[in-house]
């Protein structure tokens, strides 16, 4: 098992900046991605971003790409979501992710262990 605790949320307006935190622990060795995903009221959960732990390559969704950054620390097991210009629509609450597979995780479904999750809230 992999368990996720994710810190960081909060409110902002929008065009501020958020960084969120995720401490990943336990069989963390049997993972191959990270990831980031979302989950806004009303509307399914969806990915926002994923990297690699070996290597550092990074995927993310299009609706964030440019203006959010995801990154670890391999030696804290720690993922990053630096997230840049806010709009009320990434308001959400931020999911952490682990995949223990090869493949890489684009969707929900390509996850396997999730934390708790954390809100955003992204007021005009």
């Known amino acids: 098992q992999v368990q996720m605790v994710e810190s960081g949320g909060g409110s902002v307006q929008a065009g501020d900046s958020l960084r969120l935190s995720c401490a990943a622990s336990g069989r963390t060795f049997s993972t191959y991605y990270m990831g980031w995903l979302r989950q806004a009221p009303g509307k399914e959960r969806e990915f926002v971003a994923a990297i690699r732990w070996s290597g550092g390559s990074t995927y993310y969704a299009d609706s964030v790409r440019g203006r959010f950054t995801i990154s670890r620390d391999n030696a804290k097991n720690t993922v990053y979501l630096q997230m840049n210009s806010l709009k009320p629509e990434d308001t959400a609450v931020y999911y952490c992710?682990?995949?223990?597979?090869?493949?890489?995780?684009?969707?929900?479904?390509?996850?396997?262990?999730w934390g708790q999750g954390t809100q955003v809230t992204v007021s005009s």
């Open positions: 992710a682990a995949r223990s597979g090869v493949v890489v995780p684009i969707t929900p479904a390509g996850f396997d262990y």
